[in-house]
């Protein structure tokens, strides 16, 4: 069973960042890409960010292409997205993903095993 356990989420100032991290367990993490989704009050999840398992494939939304960042560190096993400019509508609870196979992919329904998610608000 693979757990995938988020942090860094907060409050923050619009305009501020974060920097969220997903560990996982297992020792075969490069062997799978990993996604950021999103998910705020009333809406479905989104996808946000994704990369492959080396790292060569790396797919953003348009909404965060351009302010946040997707990173891995495979020794580590954990995925990373930096988030800067920081805009009240990026509020939202935040969930990394593992992908069914290395390719970076955009659709949830080819992630299977998800993490608990971390809340981050951005204030006006």
């Known amino acids: 069973q693979v757990q995938l356990v988020e942090s860094g989420g907060g409050l923050v100032q619009a305009g501020g960042s974060l920097r969220l991290s997903c560990a996982a367990s297992?020792?075969?993490?490069?062997?799978?890409?990993m996604g950021w989704f999103r998910q705020a009050p009333g809406k479905e999840r989104e996808f946000v960010a994704a990369?492959?398992?080396?790292?060569?494939?790396?797919y953003y939304a348009d909404s965060v292409k351009g302010r946040f960042t997707i990173s891995r560190d495979n020794a580590k096993n954990t995925v990373y997205l930096q988030m800067n400019s920081l805009k009240p509508e990026d509020t939202a609870v935040y969930y990394c993903?593992?992908?069914?196979?290395?390719?970076?992919?955009?659709?949830?329904?080819?992630?299977?095993?998800w993490g608990q998610g971390t809340q981050v608000t951005v204030s006006s």
């Open positions: 993903a593992r992908a069914r196979g290395v390719g970076a992919r955009t659709a949830p329904s080819l992630y299977d095993y």
């Open positions: 990369i492959s398992g080396g790292s060569v494939g790396i």
């Open positions: 297992g020792r075969t993490f490069s062997s799978y890409g």
